[in-house]
């Protein structure tokens, strides 16, 4: 009986120490995790805010090259590779111009992907939809009519941290606005950046 209490008392557990040596590990491992997770996000709305200057120098090299809008052309062979649909000429990408502009860029070779010019439009890295058009009457107190980038679906908070940096972090004014305030938790059904 000495013996098997002899035994039992060698037979410790872990030390405190040894505990918190643990605990320090699985902190670090947790903290490891969130911080990658926020460069992650972090990651997404700078590509975001790039997704909208590759659009619009993609637009304006067009613009440039071929004197007209794509989406908007309504030139023969325009671009070269044609088989696209045409526009009204007028100088606005409006109505369904929208899904030619992606059309024209790609067989123009200034963006990557596949369009059909009618119903497939570009993601952005949250998933949702973006495109290009002629706003008349965008949201907000200050902005102008004019040709705006949409993204459709983003977090608010991602709206508020593009505005916040590229413009005046307000969702009713200033060349970036959105369709609704920018409330944490929720989702802004577009977002206008002003081309």
Same mark, same amino acid.
């Given at each position: 009986?000495?013996?098997?209490?002899? =035994?039992? =008392?060698?037979? &410790?557990?872990?030390?405190?120490?040894?505990?918190?040596?643990?605990?320090?590990?699985?902190?670090?491992?947790?903290?490891?995790?969130? !911080?990658?997770?926020?460069?992650?996000?972090? %990651?997404?709305? =700078?590509?975001?805010? =790039?997704?909208?200057?590759?659009?619009?120098? %993609?637009?304006?090299?067009?613009?440039? !090259?071929? $004197?007209? @809008?794509?989406?908007?052309?309504?030139?023969?062979?325009?671009?070269?590779? $044609?088989?696209?649909?045409?526009?009204?000429?007028? $100088?606005?990408?409006?109505?369904?111009?929208?899904?030619?502009?992606?059309?024209? *860029?790609? *067989? &123009?070779?200034?963006?990557?992907?596949?369009?059909?010019?009618?119903?497939?439009?570009? !993601?952005? &890295?949250?998933?949702?939809?973006? +495109?290009?058009?002629?706003? $008349?009457?965008?949201?907000?107190?200050?902005?102008?009519?004019?040709?705006?980038?949409?993204? @459709?679906?983003?977090?608010? +908070?991602?709206?508020?941290?593009?505005?916040? !940096?590229?413009?005046?972090?307000? %969702?009713?004014?200033?060349?970036?606005?959105?369709?609704?305030?920018?409330?944490?938790?929720?989702?802004?059904?577009? *977002? @206008?950046?002003?081309?």
């Amino acid at each position: 009986m000495q013996n098997l209490k002899r =035994k039992m =008392k060698d037979q &410790a557990g872990f030390t405190l120490v040894e505990i918190a040596i643990v605990m320090v590990i699985i902190g670090l491992l947790i903290g490891g995790v969130l !911080k990658g997770q926020a460069m992650i996000e972090n %990651a997404r709305v =700078k590509r975001v805010v =790039k997704q909208a200057d590759e659009i619009r120098a %993609a637009v304006m090299t067009f613009y440039d !090259k071929f $004197g007209v @809008y794509p989406g908007d052309e309504n030139l023969p062979n325009v671009p070269p590779v $044609g088989g696209d649909g045409t526009g009204n000429g007028n $100088g606005q990408i409006a109505g369904t111009e929208n899904f030619e502009v992606f059309r024209d *860029l790609s *067989l &123009a070779n200034l963006i990557g992907g596949s369009y059909n010019g009618t119903s497939i439009l570009p !993601k952005h &890295a949250f998933g949702g939809n973006m +495109d290009l058009i002629w706003v $008349g009457n965008p949201p907000g107190a200050t902005a102008p009519p004019g040709h705006y980038l949409r993204f @459709y679906n983003l977090p608010a +908070d991602v709206c508020f941290e593009i505005d916040t !940096k590229n413009d005046d972090g307000n %969702a009713a004014t200033g060349t970036i606005v959105g369709n609704a305030a920018y409330t944490t938790g929720t989702t802004v059904g577009i *977002l @206008y950046m002003q081309f």
